[in-house]
């Protein structure tokens, strides 16, 4: 980068890549990347799955049950570094060069897991597993949005997000197997769980190579000339898959880029305050409400059945496969009206909308109608609507924040959210289960209150981002 030119230039990379039609390179594009969020469903259902199984002294490891707490806030913690540090790296060196690296720790983390003989050394591997993942989560969704068509980015971000439901699905039938003594020995089955996440991760990073940098990202670094290079390729390679000729972009849908070589911290934090400060209250609001609800009820839900309803402790996890499969379909299904209603309509609803039936499953346990079954019934219509709302917060802040800022604009909301929502929340409901049924109903009236506040912001500041260009929403710092 030391050696590169920097100038003024005029580009038309951003329409270009806008008018794509959908091909295979786009799904390359969606495979190689957006397939981390399942390993990181797979990971936080692993750890909680095997929980009970490290406190053993025939696992190998022996932890006591505070320390399972303490990994699983270690790992909160991690990722919350992770997306920071590498949220930076990602504005300044690139999404390729961090997607690779940040997916390269994670496997290194997650294998050396495997072998981990001390709680010390669990801790460790595990801050770092989380590292690996927050530093994803930054680099992955700047890089998918620079490169997926503007008509198309509300569903395809919804998919990649949801999909964190797929590896918890997975993870938590895996677990269930592997945990069984008569097929693997205590100390066996809860490594061989890390050791096939890493496969996983390994096939993905396969994949991954061939996805090329954010020609964004590049242009504004000073490396126009590889960006037309790249931009050309892709556009020969869609060309080829489609069978279609692709129109001329006009020269009217040019801008205007003064090349820089970074964005310091100081002017990452005064656009999002002062250029941006609706935005900002909006990006706080959508993440604190959902990590708050999700982190809340996800880490207690085991407690809750089996201590409060009286669900056998080996049954207990089955209930999260239809769980995480309502998780899934809602960002699935409701995705493309995210492009076609609109994002205030569809967000604010989602939020709003899961926060009022979280209101009514809190009011029918509180009064003793619903049993375990009733229970889940209620969790999947409540996780329906708000995986699609959750999925949408990440959407929104990768998009309505300029692309210099874009990686840490992620990273930040991502950890304030996760740390916030990852410690209050298991800390408050594991209280509330310890002190009945009529203290978690309460617990679900403040996160559905959160959700709907949250909904509520969106309503009054979100931004219809909707088909727009990532330029038109907000403008890049390097045009003014």
Known sequence: MSGVKLKTISTRIPARLDRLPWSRWHWLVVVGLGTVWILDGLEVTIVGAIASRLTEKSSGLGLTSAQVGQAAAIYVAGACVGALVFGYLTDRFGRKRLFILTLGLYLLATVATAFSFTPLFFFVCRFFTGAGIGGEYAAINSAIDELIPARRRGVVDLAINGSYWLGTAFGAVLTVFLLNTAIFPA??????????????????????????????????????EDAE?????????VQDDTGRELDEVPEDQAIEIHQ???????????????????????GLSLFIGQAFL????????????????????????????????????GPLLLGRLFDS?????????????????????GILFDA?????????????IVFFFASAGASAAYLTVSEIFPMETRAMAIAFFYAVG????GII???????????????????????????????????FLGVNAERRSLEDIAAPLSTS
Not at 199 to 223: A, C, D, K, Q, Y
Not at 418 to 421: A, I, K, P, R, S
Request: proline residues 4%; glycine residues 12%.
């Open 187 to 224: 100390g066996i089955g809860w490594r061989i769980a890390f050791g096939l996440g890493a496969v996983l991760g390994l096939t993905i990073l396969l994949v991954r190579r061939n996805v090329p940098e954010s020609p964004r990202w590049m242009f504004i670094h000073g490396r126009d």
């Open 229 to 237: 290079r790249q931009v050309a390729e892709i556009e020969a390679t």
């Open 260 to 282: 820089r070589r970074s964005t310091g911290f100081g002017e990452i934090a005064k656009t999002a305050i002062t250029r941006y400060p609706k935005r900002f209250v909006l």
């Open 294 to 329: 999700y982190n809340a009820v996800f880490f207690t839900y085991a407690l809750v059945l089996t201590k409060l309803l009286g669900v056998p402790s080996d049954i207990a996890p089955w209930t999260l496969v239809p769980i995480a499969i309502g998780n899934f379909l």
């Open 341 to 361: 209603v609109g994002r205030k309509v569809m967000i604010s609803a989602s939020y709003i909308g899961s926060g009022i039936l979280l209101v009514v499953t």
């Open 368 to 380: 003793r109608v619903l049993d375990a079954v009733w229970l889940t019934v209620c969790w999947v």
């Open 418 to 421: 996760t740390g916030l929502g």
């Open 425 to 459: 929340g298991p800390l408050l409901f594991g209280e509330f289960v310890s002190m009945g049924i009529s203290a978690v109903a309460l617990g679900y009236f403040i996160g559905a209150g959160l959700m709907i506040a949250a909904g509520l912001v969106e309503v």
